[in-house]
């Protein structure tokens, strides 16, 4: 009877350490959408787009959402939603937009207004990162000029830093007494909106024994260091007649912006780069404007790279080849006029691949914080233009 007893234990303790293996193999494969949107912005911080784009979470459930599926394309086209609701998926990331000017209506006579509505329907929520992938240190204008060796890559439209390196925004110059010098320091010293600097003497007013002091504030900084003197006794020294609030400069951002301009390590013929650019976003053929008095066998040392559109971006860009998705036709021949040559990929041809570098990439990035979601990339999202 013991042994009986003994083995229908074993079996009832199996059957729990089932459940609970299934739970939390559940839980770690399942993420809350604000804590994957949280990760997304890490991953490329939604500050850096342009300011005419629309990125980020666009569509959101009504109930907060369990992410189970995170699901990969470059457009959120009908047959790459049908695509994503068979894969059972429930976020969305796609690169473009999939509301980019403002819509009037959610009706069934527009496609992207059904898309919406299916969406919504089946709760799918959708996000998309658009121009802060290209901008990225390691987006997706790096992931092109990847294919190349190259020893130098620098952006052709740089980008202003969100953040000063400091954490502040703001430098405050006051003078004041010298006896009222400790007492101000004192009190706002512990706030973590102020950074005292340090003080020097200042002969500026009355001959008196007064000093220069020196802080770096945020905005909310400024008005405590101001509370603060007024608090103070009055003396000799108007402190808020010497206040002097400046902004702090940002510096550019290390390797991000628009477009890259990448010098390469060893020079290559024009029909390399080519055939490098064929393998690299998987293309029978390419469209080549050669520059004019050049041939295929001309020496190329440095390529200007634009994902999707590189329209006005690369205008003039300081490159002998110029590779992108589209430009026109006068901007076409204004380059191979200046001894540049093109290569126009069509819009979302010379973007498509990195999907797989951001999976490889955002998964890291998910292990650093031992979470983990599945991601799919669509088999059906392609380039509306095809070569026949």
């Known amino acids: 009877m013991l042994g009986l007893a003994f083995k229908n234990a074993c079996k009832i303790d199996k059957f729990n350490l089932a459940k609970q293996n299934f739970f939390f193999k559940f839980v770690r494969n ?6 994957v949107c949280k990760r997304l912005n890490e991953y490329a911080n939604l500050g850096i787009a342009c300011d005419w784009d629309n990125v980020g979470l666009l569509v959101e459930p009504s109930e907060p959402l369990l992410v189970k599926k995170m ?14 609701v068979k894969k059972e998926v429930n976020l969305i990331v796609s690169y ?36 802060s992938w290209d901008s990225i240190d390691g987006g997706i204008n790096d992931w092109i000029l990847s294919a190349f060796v190259t020893r130098k890559v620098e952006p052709v439209e740089p980008i202003i830093s969100l953040t000063h390196p400091s954490g502040f925004t703001k430098n405050v110059k006051l003078n004041i007494s ?23 003497k200042s002969d500026q007013l009355n001959g008196n024994d007064d000093y220069e002091l020196e802080f770096l504030t945020s905005p909310k900084g400024v008005g405590i260091l101001m509370e603060s003197i007024r608090s103070l006794n009055k003396s000799d ?15 550019l951002m290390k390797n991000a912006g628009l477009g890259r301009v990448g010098y390469l390590s060893k020079p290559i013929k024009l029909k390399e780069a080519v055939e490098i650019v064929k393998s690299h976003f998987q293309m029978k053929t390419i469209r080549l404007a050669l520059a004019n008095g050049k041939s295929l066998d001309d020496i190329i040392k440095t390529i200007a790279v634009g994902a999707g559109s590189g329209s006005k971006l690369l205008n003039n860009a300081n490159a002998d080849l110029i590779i992108t998705g589209e430009f ?37 990035l998910l292990k650093k914080y031992n979470e983990n979601i599945e991601i799919v990339i669509s088999e059906v999202d392609r380039d509306p233009l095809e070569y026949l």
Request: hydrophobic residues 35%; negative net charge.
């Open 328 to 364: 026109s036709h006068h901007e076409i021949l204004h380059e191979t006029h200046r001894g540049v040559s093109v290569i126009v990929t069509d819009h979302s041809n010379n973007e498509r691949g990195y999907q797989e570098f951001f999976k490889e990439q955002f998964s890291q």
């Open 178 to 200: 010298s006896e009222q010098k400790e007492t101000l320091i004192e009190n706002i010293t512990l706030n973590e909106s102020i950074r005292y600097l340090g003080a020097k």
């Open 96 to 131: 473009h937009p999939a509301i980019f000017r403002p819509l009037k209506k959610l009706t069934q006579s527009d496609w992207k207004e059904r898309s919406i509505v299916k969406c919504i329907e089946k709760r799918i929520a959708i996000y998309s990162p658009h121009t």
């Open 71 to 84: 699901f990969v394309t470059n457009d959120l086209t009908e047959p790459v939603l049908e695509e994503a």
């Open 30 to 35: 399942n993420m809350d959408l604000r804590l």
């Open 237 to 251: 020294l108007d402190a808020f007649s010497t206040l002097r609030v400046t902004n702090m400069e940002k510096p």
